[in-house]
C-alpha cells in the first residue's frame, strides 16, 4: 500500500522516474494489474522511455482488460510524441466509437489527416 501511494504521489506530482520505478516495483507483484501497467506506460512516454512504453501499450491494447481503448489511445500518443504521424494516425482509426477516446481520437484524426 506504502508503495501504491508513492507512486500515485510521485505520476500525480508529475515526478515520472520516481512513479516508473514505483509501478515497476508495483508490477512485479503484480504482474497481471493492467491499471499499473497503464499508468506505467504514461510514465514512461513522458520520460521518453518509448520502447517500456510501447511494449506495455501494446500488450494492453491487444488484450481484454478495461484498458484496451485507452492503451490503444496513449499507444497512438507516443507514437505522435515520436513523431511517427502515422504510425499514430493508424492506431487512431483502431479506436471504436463507443470508447471515452473516441471523439478526441477523431480530432486527432482530423489533426492528422
Do not use: V
Amino acid at each position: 500500500n506504502e508503495l501504491l501511494q508513492t507512486a500515485e504521489n510521485a505520476f500525480n506530482n508529475k515526478d515520472f522516474a520516481k512513479a516508473e520505478e514505483a509501478f515497476k516495483s508495483l508490477i512485479a507483484n503484480d504482474k497481471d494489474n493492467s491499471e499499473l501497467k497503464l499508468y506505467r506506460a504514461i510514465a514512461n512516454i513522458e520520460l521518453d522511455n518509448f520502447e517500456i512504453s510501447d511494449s506495455l501499450l501494446k500488450d494492453l491494447s491487444k488484450g481484454n482488460s478495461a484498458y484496451k481503448y485507452k492503451a490503444t489511445w496513449y499507444l497512438a500518443l507516443s507514437k505522435l510524441k515520436q513523431k511517427n504521424n502515422k504510425a499514430s494516425l493508424e492506431i487512431l482509426k483502431t479506436i471504436p466509437e463507443a470508447t471515452d477516446n473516441y471523439k478526441d481520437a477523431q480530432k486527432l484524426i482530423d489533426k492528422l489527416d
